[in-house]
């Protein structure tokens, strides 16, 4: 079984910064991309950021220049730092990754957190 864990949501003043962490855990034998998304109530989940094994990124435009995503490869971990925080970057924030586990080692198959949140107000 394969877990994504999401970390480090809450509340916030806009301006402020906040980082989460999404862990990847279970019988993994490799993953691929891994990405952030939000949503917020009534809208579609959007991609925030993305980045690959060899840390090719890709951001939203409206968060360019405010986030970064990282990841640590032998921890199956990932980030996202979040910088001049604005009210509208409220939402639920998903992590997931493209993870193929030991029994099945060349199936890759998306897999999703439960989610966490941040709220940006003052």
């Known amino acids: 079984q394969v877990q994504l864990a999401e970390s480090g949501g809450g509340l916030v003043q806009p301006g402020g910064s906040l980082r989460l962490s999404c862990a990847a855990s279970?019988?993994?034998?490799?993953?691929?991309?891994m990405a952030w998304h939000r949503q917020t109530p009534g809208s579609e989940r959007d991609l925030v950021a993305s980045?690959?094994?060899?840390?090719?990124?890709r951001y939203a435009d409206s968060v360019k220049g405010r986030f970064t995503i990282s990841r640590d490869n032998a921890k199956n971990t990932t980030y996202l730092q979040m910088n001049s925080l604005k009210p509208e970057d409220t939402a639920v924030y998903y992590c997931?990754?493209?993870?193929?586990?030991?029994?099945?080692?060349?199936?890759?198959?998306?897999?999703w957190g439960r989610g966490t949140l941040v709220t940006v107000s003052s």
């Open positions: 279970g019988s993994i034998f490799s993953i691929t991309v």
């Open positions: 997931n990754a493209d993870i193929a586990t030991v029994a099945e080692r060349y199936t890759y198959r998306t897999r």
């Open positions: 980045i690959i094994p060899v840390g090719i990124t």
